[in-house]
């Protein structure tokens, strides 16, 4: 809330905020009802993008306040962590993996897979997570946004890793998708593999503004 406040103080009128899709859906509408509560003079402009678009429009002085992941930070960025996003697997109802509490990624490697596109960060981690265990992807289709995955799942397509912050429930025709646990953490860099940090980056200037 302290950026809120720095423009209610004088900085303008509009905060502009972009994010990757999942944090707009899940974090930004308790955070926009409490602003707007707080500062009723300050309109929100939300911009939802690709982790990498988000924080270029936040070097670049186009957003006021970037949420994305925390890959591929530059070293003028200060990094403020707000969740740690665990992934899960979602599946038709009738499919094995419903019996399972968790799901491995060596498992998960033996399916065919519905995965996201190579621009997403999501993409970027669950590449990741099976190069780390020797294995390589059956990829029978790709797509950029979770409702369409969705589809593809429900048709019996395959199955998909996704964070848990955007998994569905059911995929709008009643046929509900189960999500599962994966259980192998494999991280060779910043985070584990089968999670990925949500947050806020700053540049250093801003340092006197972080919360």
């Not at 949420?67 to 591929?72: E, Q, Y």
């Not at 999501?122 to 020797?134: F, Q």
């Not at 985070?191 to 940090?197: E, I, K, T, V």
């Amino acid at each position: 809330m302290r950026e809120f406040e720095l423009f209610r103080d004088g900085m303008g009128g509009t905060v502009r905020i972009a994010a990757i899709p999942s944090a707009a859906a899940v974090l930004l509408p308790l955070l926009v009802r409490e602003a707007n509560e707080r500062y009723p003079g300050i309109r929100i402009e939300i911009m939802d993008s690709l982790a990498q678009v988000a924080l270029a429009g936040l070097l670049n002085g186009d957003v006021d306040i970037a949420i994305t992941t925390s890959s591929n930070l530059p070293d003028s960025v200060l990094y403020t962590e707000l969740l740690e996003d665990r992934f899960a697997v979602i599946h038709c109802s009738d499919h094995p993996f419903t019996t399972q509490k968790q799901v491995t990624w060596a498992e998960l490697a033996r399916e065919s897979l519905v995965m996201f596109d190579g621009n997403s960060s999501i993409r970027t981690l669950t590449d990741a997570a099976l190069t780390e265990i020797g294995a390589s992807a059956d990829i029978t289709a790709e797509a950029s946004s979770i409702p369409v995955i969705a589809g593809f799942v429900s048709a019996g397509i395959g199955v998909a890793a996704v964070p848990r912050t955007c998994h569905p429930t059911d995929d709008g025709s009643g046929h509900p998708l189960n999500p599962t646990r994966h259980a192998r953490r494999c991280a060779p860099r910043r985070y584990r593999a089968d999670s990925r940090a949500i947050g806020v980056p700053r540049m250093h200037s801003d340092r006197g503004s972080a919360p």
